[in-house]
């Protein structure tokens, strides 16, 4: 009967249908039937799949790995003080949903195992100021993929408003051979910006600059921003131009071979005159100048003593083998480091005996450049060095200084390149340092802020894709050493650039091609990670033809890459010169 008599009150019917009304599905693509589109997931852990699927045709499947949970969220913008249901079909081990930034008590809701769809539900309340909310699903460490479909938050919209205006003042700032900054007025009502490059959109900011990165040099590039909030984008400002710099490609050919020369000592594959180089070898790399000391930054290059090396040529000789290799066009470097000699320039005062004796070591033989090839401990970073754009560690900070340093003496023409282990490099996409919570190697990564800052002086980027452990790639799946895909994975990651430690807001942006080769060994004597010939030349098609692939799909293809590295010349030589041979054949 009290049911009755209040559906017939008029007022009380009219206010519950306005209620319900008011109340709308605010998620974006909850179904995930536009892909991706919509939700973020951290360390580009998540996909869309056909199968299984709770509703519709596509579901998500989401996969941990490392320290990264797989989470997938997306912000929706709502109403102050109200009433929320956030719900969700799952499955798998460990499944949460949840929401945050909610103003009042954030919540999730979670199954420890769903092997069929499973529905979870929870509700929250906007705080007083609230405006928006990130909606999440997320798996557990190393339980595998999981699935979510047909996600919802219901509850009052909030009035959308007008889109801002468009941008005014947009102007370039410094201008680099891969980058540009930009910056404009701010706009009343925007909450955010997009930058668009010759058209497309290539970036947002929250601010009123930003800085566009991996150009090519010597490229004109036109740009414009839109004002976005809550209620759309803006029309596009006004075009700005500009043209990057010449940048440091160090007069290398198109497509050029590197190779490093047993210079200090001899192993199995015996010594080698640098006049008995062949001319197919483009840079070729002094192994090795080496510390007095580990911390004392005094690098000393010691050629092999006729009682190691019974053919070594004299000093006059070996100068003027570098004067002749230098007049012939190639490049002749002096590489510091190596597996036995570990710098680490932990004090200004290391710095500056860097500086002085490498460049000592450069005058004395009359050299085009430098190679860093800093492994074992060399580089590690602290606890609290957890940002690599902005570094804190004395030896990363240190050897970025010296390294400017010699770039700034030397000029434009002075090649400079690295050679980083991908433990430094690639894996610096699952780990960065000693991690969030501790315990991690905190060597993981350390390459990252060095390579970053020296990115537009920076001649020759060539990761050892060799002696190295699975690593995981923009895949999510490991890869491991003995075949193309591993090259091809490996590269990928530094040609598209990836998030550090998973963090989608902290990428480490790509590089050039023209700045990329790729490190092999040049005989199973070499080093562990030999491929043959043919899985070399899958791997070149792959990433510059995007044909000949195999299980890994790059992010795109790179014609312009810049060749191939070798440990050794000595060990090629060893091997009848069959890495040498292959790479004349593909690049003619």
């Not at 940048?247 to 010594?271: E, I, K, Q, R």
């Amino acid at each position: 009967m009290l049911t009755a008599a209040l559906l017939a009150v008029p007022g009380i019917t009219a206010l519950s249908s306005a209620a319900r009304a008011a109340d709308a599905d605010l998620a974006v693509n909850g179904g995930f039937e536009s892909g991706l589109s919509g939700w973020t997931c951290t360390a580009g852990s998540g996909t869309t799949v056909n199968s299984p699927v709770h509703g519709g045709s596509s579901a998500l499947q989401a996969t941990p790995a490392g320290s990264d949970n797989a989470q997938c969220a997306q912000t929706v913008t709502v109403k102050p003080g109200s009433q929320y249901t956030l719900s969700g079909y799952v499955r798998g081990s460990y499944v949460y949903l949840g929401a945050s930034g909610t103003g009042t008590t954030d919540v999730s809701t979670w199954t420890q195992s769903a092997p069929d769809w499973q529905k979870l539900t929870t509700t929250f309340t906007t705080g007083a100021s609230t405006t928006k909310v990130t909606i999440y699903t997320h798996g557990w460490y190393g339980t595998g993929a999981y699935y979510a479909d047909d996600v919802s938050l219901v509850g009052p919209g909030a009035s959308a408003g007008q889109p801002p205006a468009a941008p005014t003042g947009l102007k370039a700032g410094t201008v680099t051979s891969s980058s540009v900054a930009l910056s404009w007025a701010a706009v009343t009502g925007a909450t955010s910006y997009a930058v668009y490059r010759d058209g497309a959109k290539v970036q947002t900011a929250t601010g009123t600059s930003a800085t566009v990165t991996g150009l090519n040099p010597s490229t004109a590039y036109g740009f414009q921003v839109t004002a976005v909030n809550d209620a759309g984008e803006s029309a596009k400002s006004a075009a700005v131009t500009a043209t990057t710099t010449a940048g440091s490609s160090g007069d290398l050919p198109t497509h050029a071979l590197v190779g490093y020369l047993h210079s200090s000592f001899a192993n199995g594959s015996g010594y080698t005159r640098l006049a008995d180089v062949p001319d197919s070898w483009d840079v070729i790399d002094l192994a090795f100048g080496e510390p007095t000391s580990a911390t004392s930054g005094d690098i000393r290059f010691n050629r092999c003593p006729v009682t190691e090396c019974p053919n070594v040529e004299s000093d006059a000789d070996f100068k003027a083998a570098i004067k002749a290799k230098q007049a012939a066009g190639k490049k002749v470097l002096i590489s510091i480091g190596g597996a036995n000699g570990q710098v680490q320039l932990t004090t200004t005062a290391a710095r500056d005996a860097f500086v002085s004796s490498v460049s000592n070591i450069i005058d004395t033989y009359g050299l085009d450049g430098l190679d860093i090839d800093f492994e074992g401990h060399s580089l590690s970073l602290d606890a609290s060095d957890t940002d690599f754009r902005n570094p804190t560690t004395p030896v990363i900070v240190n050897l970025i200084s010296a390294l400017k340093t010699l770039k700034a003496k030397y000029g434009s023409k002075f090649v400079l390149s690295m050679a980083p282990e991908t433990f430094f490099v690639q894996m610096g996409y699952q780990y960065y340092g000693t991690g969030k919570w501790g315990g991690q190697d905190p060597r993981c990564g350390a390459y990252l802020p060095v390579i970053y800052a020296l990115r537009d002086d920076l001649t020759l980027l060539h990761v050892q894709d060799y002696n190295s452990g699975p690593i995981m790639g923009l895949d999510n799946q490991y890869h491991s050493m003995g075949g193309a895909d591993f090259h091809i994975a490996m590269t990928d990651m530094l040609l598209t650039g990836f998030p550090v430690a998973g963090d989608a807001g902290n990428v480490f942006p790509p590089l050039r091609p023209d700045q990329i080769a790729i490190g092999m060994p040049a005989s199973v004597n070499a080093g562990n990670g030999y491929v043959a010939p043919s899985e070399v030349t899958k791997a070149l098609d792959c990433l510059t033809k995007k044909t000949n692939c195999g299980s890994y799909t790059t992010h795109g293809t790179w014609p312009a890459l810049r060749g191939l590295m070798t440990w050794s010349v000595n060990w090629d030589r060893f091997s009848n010169w069959e890495f040498q041979k292959n790479f004349d054949a593909y690049f003619g």
